[in-house]
């Protein structure tokens, strides 16, 4: 017997969470349940509203930064769903598959209007960390509500007689079709198959209700632009070690596989099989009417039999380079679009230059003036629909986009962007591109492995089914939404996130929970076989305004708030997202005021724990190099940022909101133990120490300005100290040689943080006519700068309502 399991499991959650601490009622001793056929797995007893704690209040002014970098909470179902059904050993709450900004709803729709804020849960549909937390079910018989498509799970009532049900999403009466096959259901014994809240069907038996697109093997097209421009900058070079290596990974990796090859310039050109051993390059003729001259099966290559064939050509791939300066990469993406057509697949598009020729041209927009004008942000929106229309024509046919661009000439990414947005695709810049370094090509190596294998579901449809009377509003991050509750992602990889934000229609049933069910049914890349994977969320019902405030998420609300800013980048100057980022904040906790009677102003209101790091991370937003005003950031690294913002799970968010900073001399008092994360606050931060600073993409280390060398000995080993106070600034993570504990810890924050390739060490010397100290000191610390306002006064702002961004630069 293992009682005390679940208790341990508990406190495993942040306890600054005060959901969690709500709910955790200390009275509620776990019993064994007899009824459970796996005797191991104890019961709840049902909680009494006498168990439950007053949430603990704390202050809005600044929070533990600490709060920032602990775990982010997880979905958990409130303990009376527990005692319904028993929480076994699903694990999904230590697993961040799945987060909410209300994890207690209202009942009435009047009650959440007064809220002021967003229902909505952010969902990361695969997660190779916890992928063995998820329960596969083979074989399963499931039964769906014929009025609403929603899954039947242990939240069904059933009526006396137990012929009919009433399905936990909306409520009407289902009958049920096979007595026999449900008799494993009831609220107290839960049919084995449906109590997880997470659980993964394969070979269902009645899949006729499985209806889903076929998808063909994994199949990559590779679209290598080959102008003048990829040659100067030698990516042509680099590309031929890294598509050849990382194909071979391919093969590793999938049974079948097959690729495709587009060069384009001035005209495209496709690859086809002459003899077995080698490809032919085929000009494609009128770039107006355009076809394709062989059947689409002729240009796909077959990784295994054809291998010999694709390795000559990739190693000839430089020899391809022209000395055009003109691109119609629109051509190349509909000849691909023909080539993909049946069954989907994923195009992989390596742009060294602006696409200049034929119906997708796009003109240089930014420039020196143009930045620093008062309209910085107006070059920021999308230049043109067609980028947009072509993306959504490959979302429908399941095509997914991956876009690798190079060097730092102008690319007009806000308008690309499309392409990966719409399709679940990513996005890498490498704007300091330079062939001759490492760190570049290794970089590239590592994105396009991670694009090729990090693979886990082809053509995956979501469909989401809300409980009646809520309804699903929209749908943020890169994927396409088809109709109302649906929505897919072509090719889905492991760091993929979705939010879906609710509605309400009306008010609920007056039951104990609202039942969220997501379905994802995909096409598994390894074995070819159709999948159903199932999230049911069960959110508590209740009225009392501070449980529903106790029962948010800054994380998940954060989120929201971010991705309904993205979206407004389609269509909205920088100047009015940030007005509407204060406006929408001011909104929230004005309401809270009201509705918990408070009347202080912003900076000594109490706050339930749960929601008191949101403002911190809205304001860690307004400073972020993607939104800050600011006259010097270019157009194409301000988008890049934004997307990578908008489309990066919860954990690596984290780094690239707020970053991680840490003592290194503290580090090495307390015997190398992980250091409490200092503030980025330039007063936290001592002149006779040094600090590593990691915001999710480089790693700097710096050191202020009273440092001697022989502080820095028990950190750094002793011959890269000099080469530290000698001025060289970069440094590879190998070549900086810290000692073995810091080394391990930086490699775990890395890990966390989801890099693909490891960060360069940046040294920061602090002096005033350092350019690096002072963009160090500006845009990542919070400094008491004009051009921005510190956490406290941007608290005192939000009360007055002055908070205006686009002029805090000249006051
Ligand atoms: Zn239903």
Redesign the pocket.
Known sequence: MNQTKPRTKRREYPSAQLSGSYYDSSNAQPVPNPNVSNSQEPQYETNTEGNMLQPAMVSLMRPDVNSLHSSISQIKQPAYVHTLVPSTDDKIGEADYMFSSMTVIPRLRSTFEKLHAPLSITLRPFNPMHEETVHHIHGAELF???????FITSFVEFNADRTTFL??????E?KIPNAANLSGISCVQPNPNLQYTLAEYTGIRNGRALYSRAMRPPTFVFIIDVTLQATQVSVLHVLKDAISSSINDLKESFRLVSVAFILVADNVSLLVPTTKDTLEQIVLPDLDDFFLPYPVEHFLLDLNTQSKAIASFLNNLPSFGTTSSSLCLGNALEACKELLSNGGGKTLCFLSSLPNLGSSALAVRDSVATLNSVEESNILLPKTDYYKNIALDFADQYISSDLFVFGASYHDVKTLEALPQLTGGKLHCYFDWNAATDNCTDALHKDLRFSLTSLNALGCLITV?PP?NIKLHCVHGNVYRRAINKCSIPYVSCDQTVVFEFEFEGSLNPKQFATFQIQLLYTSPYTGQKTLRLFTYAAAINEDMLSLYSGMDSFPLFHNYLETSFAETQSKALTDIRTMLSHRLCDFFNAYKKNTQLRHPFSSIVVPNAIQRFPLLIHALLRNTALRYATNIPSDFRSCLWFHLSTATLKRLRFLIYPLCVSLIEFSKNDFTTPHPVPLLFECMRSDNAYLLFDGISLYLIVRKDVTPDVLVSVLQKDVIPEVFGGKVNFSLKSIKFVQQIDDFVHKVIDEAMCTSLPNVIVVRESNTSSLWNWIRQSLLESSFKLFPGYSNFLQLLDTQKVNFRNSHSS
């Open positions: 769906r509500c014929r009025w609403c498509g929603a399905c936990s999403a909306c409520a009407l289902n089914t009646k």
